[in-house]
T-cell receptor
Framework: NAGVTQTPKFQVLKTGQSMTLQCAQD?????MSWYRQDPGMGLRLIHY???????DQGEVPNGYNVSRSTTEDFPLRLLSAAPSQTSVYFC????????????FGEGSRLTVL | AQSVAQPEDQVNVAEGNPLTVKCTYS??????LFWYVQYPNRGLQFLLK??????LVKGSYGFEAEFNKSQTSFHLKKPSALVSDSALYFC???????????????FGTGTRLTVIP
């Protein structure tokens, strides 16, 4: 059981480039989300989804785009990378029912030069 | 609005001593409270949660947490610290009346625990 899988683990971009961070889960979770982790700021929610075809903005959505075409996949797109988007990105998922504790991927470390 | 505060960036404790990592929260309704642990270059791992019921919650690796409604706190504790407990700990909260219907957690800024041999 792979859980939540994120790719790539590391990426270096130049300002203005675009890229997609991939996230897949094999637990049939309805809820998926993307967080960014920055020193001294904890984890901040970027976007989330409660099911295929449904997405919504979190706390810090600007500069990011998401889609949810299947239950399993929730890619995060950086449209035009900026140095302020240098961060570690985590994908998380859970069932909607119950308390909803999150299962996290291993993270993707992005550096924008 | 939901928020979490972890007042200590760093906690140092000697191996074998009890440890406490502090967390306070703010929500409009009833809180769902969580603790997660992050080891270097890894994702967050779930430790324990409080939803309702007994104020003392037991979790993984011998950790426990005490919910105190009057003080709006959810401190993480362990009776005897191990060197392997050294990691970054995050407290998180979700409001029971979250209108989004989603499981969005709001995280504190994290506390780095160092257990000294």
């Amino acid at each position: 059981n792979a859980g939540v899988t994120q790719t790539p683990k590391f990426q270096v971009l130049k300002t203005g480039q675009s890229m997609t961070l991939q996230c897949a889960q094999d637990m049939n979770h309805e809820y998926m989300s993307w967080y960014r982790q920055d020193p001294g700021m904890g984890l901040r929610l970027i976007h989330y989804s409660v099911g295929a075809g449904i997405t919504d903005q979190g706390e810090v959505p600007n500069g990011y785009n998401v889609s949810r075409s299947t239950t399993e996949d929730f890619p995060l797109r950086l449209l035009s990378a900026a140095p302020s988007q240098t961060s570690v990105y985590f994908c998380a998922s859970s069932w909607l029912a119950g308390s909803g504790e999150l299962f996290f991927g291993e993270g993707s470390r992005l550096t924008v030069l | 609005a939901q928020s979490v505060a972890q007042p200590e960036d760093q906690v140092n404790v000697a191996e074998g001593n009890p440890l406490t990592v502090k967390c306070t929260y703010s929500v409009s309704g009833n809180p769902y409270l969580f603790w997660y642990v992050q080891y270097p270059n890894r994702g967050l791992q779930f430790l324990l949660k409080y939803i309702t019921g007994d104020n003392l919650v037991k979790g993984s690796y011998g950790f426990e947490a005490e919910f105190n409604k009057s003080q709006t706190s959810f401190h993480l504790k362990k009776p005897s610290a191990l060197v392997s407990d050294s990691a970054l700990y995050f407290c998180a909260v979700r409001d029971s009346i979250d209108q989004t219907g989603a499981n969005n957690l709001f995280f504190g800024t994290g506390t780095r625990l160092t257990v000294i041999p």
